[in-house]
């Protein structure tokens, strides 16, 4: 039978290779995103080898979670796999003089998006007694480093909710996973300097770092194992990175 999949954040960077990958694979795919123009250029790619249905929200928006989810057409109300990659960096400020509403998006954002979206479609799971969640985490759930503060409390959030959220539903059948990258070369520097491009580049010169495809390749293996089989927690790095603030570079 035909799988359904529902990602948030697929408008880039994890999000999109993830649904570009899963599509290969004739995955139906439910693509969610801010950016509705973007959601509406790579559906109509990914329409070529599976169907798809967009759905234009913030994760950090309750009501408009729950409304659009609730909006899906009958094919598509059965989520077997579950993608919780929306979320964000914003700044490196020390605490005594981050912005709060920076603290604020972040909170918002990668953390309650991922519990309302989670709340929206876990009960359907655990009627059918069937599904898998995945989280997207990042070396930021394990390490802290300075400037992170407030990103990195939201990222081991995730970690901890990871855990729970597998208490809470292996008794019903549904895996719970978590994917911990390190630096992947995708637009979240842009996002975390507020668009200053030039300055985003400079995390990633000198090493090669992942690319949103290496993440999505892992999703999607941690997907297609066998079904008693549940690959909870997986930490990948770029071979220069050795821990949150050890990286390897050669100029």
Known sequence: MKKTAFITGATSGIGKATAEIFAKHKIRLVICGRRLERLQ??????????EVQILNFDVADKNA??????SLPKEFQDIDILINNAGNAHGLAPVFSGDTDDWDNMIDSNIKGLLYVTKAISPNMVKRKSGQIINI??????YVYEGGNVYCATKHAVEALNQGMRMDLSKYGIRVSAVHPGLVDTEFSTVRFKGDKNKADEVYKGFQALTADDIADLIYFVVSRPYHVNISDILILPTAQASGTQIHKEF
């Not at 979670?65 to 609730?70: M, Q, R, S």
Request: glycine content about 4%; proline content about 0%.
């Open 41 to 50: 250029n790579l559906a109509i790619e990914l329409s070529k080898t599976t």
């Open 65 to 70: 979670v729950f409304n659009a989810i609730n």
């Open 137 to 142: 985490g990042s070396i930021s759930s394990k």
